[in-house]
């Protein structure tokens, strides 16, 4: 599978097969993190992978009740080490460098045919209590990664010309 192929079968999925992700996998999906380009290469991320059925099960409510991630075998929590460092352009290098991270697991985890959905709507505070998570760092982002158990197909997308702006200097 090349990544366009990847980036057109990745779908948000919400319910997953009792199936445990091979290590081999997870390990790739990781890999796939650890390789990502950060800010000044600085790499101030930590990927926190949850396995345990109770502690998934505690993230439900801190995730306002999405009742798949007690369900999806793995969860991969996204820390940043280092939440004050702004880039040059004025954006939080954190919020960026973790965004490519988990674009880059995502869509590994694609190719290896697991699925995965990337979580938004979550109360950080929660999250970072139960986890432990130092009160320092940010968790921008989490995702659910397991064996698919429904298909959902593609969902509308605006045309390029839409989205897309070509000027001329």
Request: glycine share 4%.
């Amino acid at each position: 599978m090349d990544v366009f192929e990847a980036i057109s079968k990745r779908r948000s999925i919400r319910r997953y097969k009792d199936t445990p992700v091979e290590e081999y996998k997870l390990d790739k999906i990781l890999n796939s993190a650890r390789i990502a380009p950060s800010a000044a290469n600085r790499q101030e991320w930590k990927f926190l992978v949850v396995k345990d059925n109770e502690t998934r099960e505690n993230l439900v409510d801190a995730a306002n009740g999405q009742k798949f991630l007690g369900e999806a075998p793995v969860t991969i929590v996204a820390i940043s080490t280092e939440s004050e460092r702004v880039m040059p352009c004025g954006q939080p290098a954190y919020t960026i460098d973790l965004s490519i991270a988990v674009s880059f697991m995502i869509l590994e985890a694609t190719e290896l045919g697991l699925g995965t959905c990337w979580l938004g709507a979550y109360k950080e505070d929660e999250v970072k209590e139960i986890l432990n998570i130092p009160e320092k760092m940010r968790v921008p982002a989490m995702f659910t990664l397991g064996y698919a158990n429904e298909n959902p197909g593609p969902r509308p997308r605006k045309n390029i010309d839409q989205v897309t702006v070509f000027e001329k200097y």
